[in-house]
């Protein structure tokens, strides 16, 4: 069963620390995604990754930043969290889009409230 | 600029009603259209479209696609309190991402 974890449910920040959401897949697939989740917006593509150590900007990327140093794990930091970036966090991940299918897997998502 | 337009934004009805969600697509490199279910955790998938007029169904959920209108629908009939979620459309645009609508949030009363 495919599986996308993520390291909190549930985080509480103050403003101006550093912040690392952490995500793993079991799936050994190439893409992977971190979006966010806000009321009436849907789901924001924050920045993506084809493969490790690569990343591509989404539409949201500034204040964050993401790492991946290996092909299951996919890091988003938030350098100096803001109120404005309290938000739920979803990372998705998809096979290579060679195939033609692009069915994503989500994590259960990181509730973060930035005080 | 690519965009999925969802609509309505809201909804409640009760259990027995039937309804019909709405998702519109302005994207230039059109490949599929995806149907999400998110309850209090993870989306789930639930329909991939590439063809027009071909209704994909399980259960009491159905969808079709309309790529000369450039929309899709997705039916639950017999709603159940248990079908209350967020619905996500997302559009593949062959740009290895999908590009997501706002969501429908139906809530099903008993």
């Known amino acids: 069963d495919v599986k996308v974890t993520q390291s909190s449910r549930y985080l509480v920040k103050r403003t101006g620390e550093k912040v690392f959401l952490e995500c793993v897949q079991d799936?050994?697939?190439?893409?992977m995604f971190w979006y966010r989740q806000d009321p009436g917006l849907g789901l924001r593509l924050i920045y993506f990754s084809y493969d490790v150590k690569m990343k591509e900007k989404g539409d949201i990327p500034e204040g964050y930043s993401v790492s991946r140093e290996k092909k299951e794990r996919f890091s988003l930091i938030l350098e100096s969290a803001s109120t404005n970036q309290t938000s739920m966090y979803l990372c998705a991940s998809s096979p290579l889009d060679g195939r033609g299918i692009n069915e994503q897997f989500f994590g259960p998502g990181t509730r973060l409230t930035v005080l | 600029e690519d965009k999925v337009v969802q609509s309505p934004l809201s909804l409640v009805v009760h259990e027995g009603d039937t309804v019909t969600l709405n998702c519109s697509y302005e994207?230039?490199?059109?490949?599929?259209l995806l149907w999400y279910k998110q309850e209090k955790k993870a989306p789930t998938f639930l329909f991939m479209l590439t063809s027009s007029g071909i209704e994909k169904k399980s259960g009491r959920l159905s969808s079709i696609l309309d790529k000369k209108e450039l929309f899709s629908i997705l039916n639950i009939t017999a709603t159940q309190t248990g079908d209350s979620a967020i619905y996500l459309c997302a559009v593949d645009n062959q740009g290895g991402k999908l590009i997501f609508g706002q969501g429908t949030e139906l809530s099903v009363k008993p």
């Open positions: 994207v230039t490199n059109f490949r599929s």
């Open positions: 799936m050994d697939h190439e893409n």
